[in-house]
């Protein structure tokens, strides 16, 4: 699972740019399901064909990142944010352009307040000489994500863009091993989830599933002096009940609980004040499809350091893979 999750976090995907980690999980998943296809937003649609029950699963591909706004005349580039980035987790970051440019952020020296610091406060700095020299590498509109390389520390995996390759991986792993089931399962690893649940949008309207399930990270509360919140890392996946996006619907939620107490897995339940999440967009679409949702419960979410638990991991794709068969 490490290994799975090193791969998947280590491809570039910020929202609107997710052909690279695309093309990676086509590879991980083409020779185990009927059929694979990409549809017009980027969306990977990926099906076992049934009979049976019509269930989407889905995770989103895409992660946070920087778009380059505008470069000064000594090669600066000043950036906007694509997705919720913080401007203090970027202090002193580093983060990569899709063609391989690394840069470091930093903040203006003047600025004697960095409780006022804001993102416009930031630049990044690639190391050109000049605004001619960095045009050679960047362009207006090109996309940066954070670095991070994936690492173990005991059960926990910290990297970047957890948010939500530990997702992607769920899937993956459970399209490895699905049990023989009469269902019809499309596997969606979504696009542009970060911007405002963009993917799962057209991908639902399109499948039009009996159900939905999607796998994406939450918060936790288990760390020094943090709001309150039920959820700790390493306690088991977590059944969402809502979020800022969602109410979940009550027959999804009770299948995932009922699936879990049958396999003796250990869960919490996840109620995240702000945020949402892919079912956001899916329970809206058509006439509405009930969708509930398996979170992973991760600290540090969209700074370069996010920390979640393998064994959390591990347990959604029993969780994920016995929801789908029955
Ligand atoms: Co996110
Ligand atoms: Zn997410």
Same mark, same amino acid.
């Given at each position: 699972m490490f290994e799975l999750i090193k791969n998947l976090t280590d491809k570039f995907g910020v929202s609107g740019n997710e052909e690279e980690i695309r093309e990676f999980i086509k590879g991980e998943i083409k020779s185990k399901v009927d059929s694979i296809e990409v549809d017009a937003l980027g969306n990977l649609i990926a099906t076992k064909k049934g009979n049976g029950k019509k269930i989407m699963v889905a995770a989103h591909m895409d992660e946070i990142g920087v778009m380059a706004t505008h470069i000064d005349e000594k090669g600066f580039i000043r950036f906007s944010n694509i997705g919720w980035v913080s401007q203090n987790y970027s202090l002193g970051q580093r983060v990569r352009f899709k063609n391989g440019t690394i840069g470091t952020v930093f903040f203006e020296? =003047?600025?004697?307040?960095? #409780?006022?610091? #804001?993102?416009?406060n930031l630049y990044i700095d690639i190391?050109? =000489?000049n605004s001619e020299e960095a045009q050679k590498k960047v362009n207006i509109g090109d996309t940066a994500a954070f670095c991070g390389p994936a690492e173990l520390a005991g059960d926990m995996i910290i990297s970047k863009a957890l948010d939500d390759r530990s997702g992607c991986a769920v899937l993956i792993e459970t399209i490895k091993n699905l049990p023989k089931t009469d269902n019809e399962i499309y596997f969606v690893f979504t696009v542009q989830e970060e911007l405002g649940l963009r993917g799962a949008k057209t991908a639902a309207f399109r499948i039009l599933p009996d159900f939905a399930i999607a796998v994406d990270v939450t918060l936790t509360g288990d760390t020094p002096d943090c709001k309150t919140m039920e959820v700790k890392c390493g306690m088991g996946p977590a059944i969402k009940i809502k979020d800022g996006s969602v109410v979940c619907h009550n027959d999804v939620r009770k299948l995932l609980t009922e699936t879990a107490k049958k396999l003796n897995l250990p869960i919490q339940y996840e109620i995240l004040e702000r945020g949402g999440s892919d079912p956001g967009a899916i329970h809206l679409t058509a006439g509405g499809i009930p969708s509930g949702a398996i979170s992973i419960p991760c600290r540090y979410t969209h700074s370069p350091s996010e920390m979640a638990s393998i064994s959390d991991i591990d347990n959604a794709v029993k969780l994920l893979k016995e929801s789908l068969i029955g």
């Open positions: 020296e =003047k600025l004697d307040d960095l #409780k006022s610091l #804001k993102l416009s190391g050109a =000489k």
